[in-house]
């Protein structure tokens, strides 16, 4: 069965600072889709970014980068110079061949100005 | 595109009371789901549908209940409203067949209290 754990409930970091959220799975799939999505304080699920079983090269995305490493079985998610609107709940997910989604439980992220 | 939406946002219900919470999405996705939200606990998925007229159990289906009778809609509904139901419902919808792992467009979630 699917699993995903995101150890850190909640983190507080001064704005500019970088901030890494873990994230790390378990499955029994080959192939497999590890999901990041942004839950501002307004609700809705913002989606970051989508990595596949078979694709381990690291990605940037402007202050936004994502480590994929199957070795550790880690997908973890690094905000460089962090500011205040990447105050959010961050989620992990891994997506199964059914489409569904299996969520970790969220990383609350604090950027204090 | 009006994307995925829900009605309503807000809820309250008296215990035993039913109702349907309403989804449509209007980009032709095969797939929709319905998620749970709660304090601590992520999100968990109810229920979800791979096309019109197929659904299938998620990981805490317990009462509730769905149906698809065209792709665009997808609503669930509360036969029996229970305080374990106080939760935030957000539904969601990708596009493409069974494993092509495209991501899901969440809809703005409708918030439900239980009495």
């Known amino acids: 069965a699917q699993k995903v754990t995101q150890a850190q409930t909640e983190i507080s970091v001064v704005e500019k600072e970088d901030v890494t959220l873990d994230c790390v799975y378990e499955t029994r799939d080959t192939t497999y889709y590890l999901f990041w999505y942004k839950q501002p304080p307004s609700g809705e699920l913002v989606f970051l970014i989508r990595?596949?079983?078979?694709?381990?090269q690291n990605e940037i995305s402007g202050r936004y980068s994502w480590n994929f490493q199957k070795s550790t079985s880690s997908f973890n998610f690094t905000i460089t110079a962090s500011q205040v609107v990447d105050s959010a709940v961050y989620f992990c997910a891994d997506q199964t061949g059914a489409n569904n989604l299996f969520f970790g439980t969220g990383t609350r992220l604090t950027v204090i100005p | 595109n009006a994307g995925v939406t829900q009605t309503p946002k807000f809820q309250v219900l008296k215990t035993g009371q039913s109702m349907t919470l309403q989804c449509a999405q209007d980009m032709n996705h095969e797939y929709m789901s319905w998620y749970r939200q709660d304090p601590g606990m992520g999100l968990r998925l109810i229920h979800y549908?791979?096309?019109?007229?197929?659904?299938d159990q998620g990981e805490v289906p317990n009462g509730y209940n769905v149906s698809r009778s065209t792709t665009e809609d997808f609503p669930l509904r509360l036969l029996s409203a229970a305080p374990s139901q106080t939760s935030v419902y957000f539904c969601?919808?990708?596009?493409?067949?069974?494993?092509?792992?495209?991501?899901?467009?969440f809809g703005p979630g409708t918030r439900l209290t239980v009495l």
């Open positions: 549908s791979v096309g019109a007229g197929i659904t």
């Open positions: 990595r596949n079983s078979f694709d381990e």
């Open positions: 969601a919808s990708s596009a493409g067949f069974v494993g092509s792992y495209n991501e899901q467009f």
